[in-house]
């Protein structure tokens, strides 16, 4: 898959348009795969030592294509509280119990919004002026939140202002993922976190 992915030309120059698309990650994985070993044992082995075993995820699993390179954009299997780890390692800015994992301004960067997108890098965004940020805005996340959307809807919200982390598991088939009924649980949660006057 990346060789193929790798062999397509670009439409434009990097920088000038923005579309969502998977084999960016693929290519990416695939450099990653070269860089740590060449084998798919040398993926797991640095991802484990790299990131899942500091943060605490135990039960990650991933797909590969046939040259053992992680799909990278999808295929990342993982319990929702594995998921809810790598979120609130997004949530300290890449830091877990004071050892720094990611990059310091990692999170900052990825997050913020290409090209007048609603997607930064790996992550969409409600930063800037995109009509589906506007619109999330509007109905109720707050501005600095972020997320992860995998195949099905499966997703990972973090909302900084909240100090909160939300994964939404599940299948949905839906054309948008059901996004409005996230956009419902994610106002429910933080009006049910919001302290409860005394009479």
């Not at 990650?60 to 809810?84: C, K, N, Q, Y």
């Not at 790598?86 to 900052?108: K, Q």
């Not at 800037?128 to 707050?142: E, F, T, Y």
Request: overall charge positive; aromatic content about 8%.
């Amino acid at each position: 898959m990346a060789a193929f992915a790798a062999s397509r030309r670009l439409k434009t120059k990097p920088g000038e348009r923005f579309d969502y698309a998977s084999p960016n990650t693929l290519l990416v994985a695939s450099i990653i795969r070269q860089k740590v070993g060449g084998s798919e044992t040398d993926v797991l082995n640095f991802a484990r030592r790299e990131l899942f075993d500091p943060v605490g995820m135990r039960g990650v699993v991933f797909e590969t294509d046939a040259a053992g390179t992680p799909i990278g954009s999808t295929r990342m299997l993982a319990p929702a509280r594995d998921w809810a780890r790598l979120g609130l390692l997004y949530l300290h800015d890449g830091v877990v119990d004071g050892r720094r994992i990611l990059p310091e301004g990692w999170v900052a960067w990825s997050t913020r919004p290409t090209l007048g997108s609603d997607y930064g890098a790996g992550l969409w965004t409600n930063a800037g002026d995109a009509p589906n940020a506007k619109g999330r805005v509007r109905a109720g996340m707050p501005r600095d939140a972020y997320f992860a959307s995998g195949r099905l809807g499966q997703r990972i919200y973090v909302l900084p202002s909240q100090d909160l982390v939300i994964v939404r598991m599940g299948a949905t088939w839906s054309p948008d993922f059901d996004i409005a009924g996230d956009l419902r649980l994610i106002r429910e949660t933080i009006a049910a976190l919001e302290p409860v006057p005394r009479p």
